[in-house]
């Protein structure tokens, strides 16, 4: 092989190498969270392994509140987020996890759109079997009007508590609420209900229950 061609080969590599970057990138943009439930490979991370501190907007719900696990997605190599779940240990209980309050918080590691995010959401939610259409076009509408656009670093935080609304903060900033108690059971049971199509990610975020 001369040394043109080795140079030939390199440039069309590197050319290919791009072209995926570019279309999983896009891919995962289009479609959001469907693709981190169903394709993604999960990969847990160690508590030492990332910061801990409480963020204010878990402290406004769970006063003690602490790392009840954490996981990170990955899709044919591309992270796209870091999931972790803070809970109060003295209450929380992986078994009966509807009856106490808890957070939820996503670190995002690339964009992906709201309305993709709301439209994978409630397509996992159909999954597990929960709620009647009616309440599915009613949930879909007010994600779409809650859930943000999103980019790498972004932060969102869902807090559940039993019985009252879903709230969800963007960077520590309330962002909006879902006001129908029934929709946070159906949406953190994406990654909490034992049905889920996420189980990987549902063991990691139970680590310590």
């Known amino acids: 092989m001369n040394l043109s061609t080795s140079k030939s080969q390199y440039r069309l590599a590197g050319l290919c190498g791009e072209m995926w970057r570019t279309f999983c990138s896009t891919f995962c943009s289009t479609f959001g969270l469907g693709l981190a439930l169903c394709a993604a490979t999960l990969i847990g991370m160690p508590h030492a392994a990332i910061a801990q501190s409480v963020p204010p907007a878990?402290?406004?719900?769970?006063?003690?509140?602490?790392?009840?696990g954490s996981g990170t997605y990955k899709w044919f190599g591309l992270r796209?987020?870091?999931a972790r779940l803070w809970v109060d240990k003295r209450k929380f209980s992986a078994a009966n996890w509807t009856s106490s309050a808890f957070a939820l918080e996503l670190i995002y590691a690339r964009r992906l759109y709201g309305?993709?995010?709301?439209v994978a959401s409630i397509d996992e939610i159909k999954k597990l079997g929960i709620g009647t259409s009616a309440q599915h076009e009613a949930w879909l509408?007010?994600?779409?009007?809650v859930f943000p656009d999103v980019?790498?670093?972004?932060?969102?935080?869902?807090?559940f508590v039993p019985g009252q609304p879903s709230r969800f903060f963007r960077d520590g900033?309330?962002?909006?609420e879902v006001p129908d108690p029934e929709f946070?059971?159906?949406f953190f049971g994406i990654w909490l209900n034992p049905r889920t199509s996420a189980p990987k990610l549902r063991?990691?975020?139970l680590a310590d229950k």
Do not use: C, H, N, P
Not at 115 to 118: D, F, G, H, K, T
Not at 141 to 145: H, Y
């Open 115 to 118: 309305e993709r995010i709301a």
């Open 203 to 205: 063991a990691a975020l």
């Open 58 to 68: 878990v402290k406004s719900v769970l006063a003690d509140a602490s790392l009840s």
């Open 151 to 159: 980019e790498e670093g972004t932060q969102l935080t869902g807090l």
């Open 80 to 82: 796209l987020y870091e």
């Open 184 to 186: 946070g059971l159906a």
């Open 173 to 176: 900033q309330l962002i909006g």
């Open 141 to 145: 509408a007010a994600m779409k009007k």
